[in-house]
T-cell receptor, first 119, second 116 residues
């Protein structure tokens, strides 16, 4: 079963408009973290925003905000005032706890959403 | 701003050859990771490394793969005998001590490995 589901393979948005990229997740753990990364055509992975499962408020970072609905297990990324430079792949990822006791963990990624910003 | 660096940016090799991908994590980070992304697919976890040993590894990380921190700054991924299906972008990542709310993994720019 998919742990991270991104149902929108591609999205278009007009420049200066807001856009919401969907992400739902599946976990039985109480403690988890959710991340969004941006991957431009150049290939690097750029961290955008983080939401912890115990955080009471939705995370915000500049033009990025995370619409976290814990009961629905969704963590949608909202980009306000889209810019041409926002055109990229966007990946939602979830931190899975490591049970080895070493404290490190792995991220499980969704398949991504390709966002295209139209001038 | 500190960043993760990776070399080379692109590596082309013949099937059956050994390759070593190199990474320099952010200097005060303690946890190191390798991920891969086959073209057009999602990013997949390979291995995590802490305190000079592997913490976790995925099914992908079989005996052909190994990781090493040969000195205080480098973190390497070795593939002993490359296969065509190893062609992918390989990302190194690092994170600070995994305290709540700050356990973000920062990724390097990636090494694109092409196996011919």
């Amino acid at each position: 079963a998919q742990k991270i589901t991104q149902t929108q393979p591609g999205m278009f948005v007009q420049e200066k408009e807001a856009v919401t990229l969907d992400c739902t997740y599946d976990t039985s753990d109480q403690s988890y973290g959710l991340f969004w990364y941006k991957q431009p055509s150049s290939g690097e992975m750029i961290f955008l925003i983080y939401q912890g499962s115990y955080d009471e408020q939705n995370a915000t970072e500049g033009r990025y905000s995370l619409n976290f609905q814990k009961a629905r297990k969704s963590a949608n990324l909202v980009i306000s005032a889209s810019q041409l430079g926002d055109s990229a792949m966007y990946f939602c990822a979830m931190r899975e706890p490591a049970y080895s006791g070493a404290g490190s963990y792995q991220l499980t990624f969704g398949k991504g959403t390709k966002l295209s910003v139209i001038p | 701003e500190p960043e993760v660096t990776q070399t080379p940016s692109h590596q082309v090799t013949q099937m059956g050859q050994e390759v070593i991908l190199r990474c320099v994590p952010i200097s005060n980070h303690l946890y190191f990771y390798w991920y891969r992304q086959i073209l057009g697919q999602k990013v997949e976890f390979l291995v995590s490394f802490y305190n000079n040993e592997i913490s976790e590894k995925s099914e992908i990380f079989d005996d052909q793969f190994s990781v090493e921190r040969p000195d205080g700054s480098n973190f390497t991924l070795k593939i002993r005998s490359t296969k065509l299906e190893d062609s992918a972008m390989y990302f190194c990542a690092s994170s600070d001590y995994a305290r709540a709310g700050t356990d973000t993994q920062y990724f390097g720019p990636g090494t694109r490995l092409t196996v011919l």
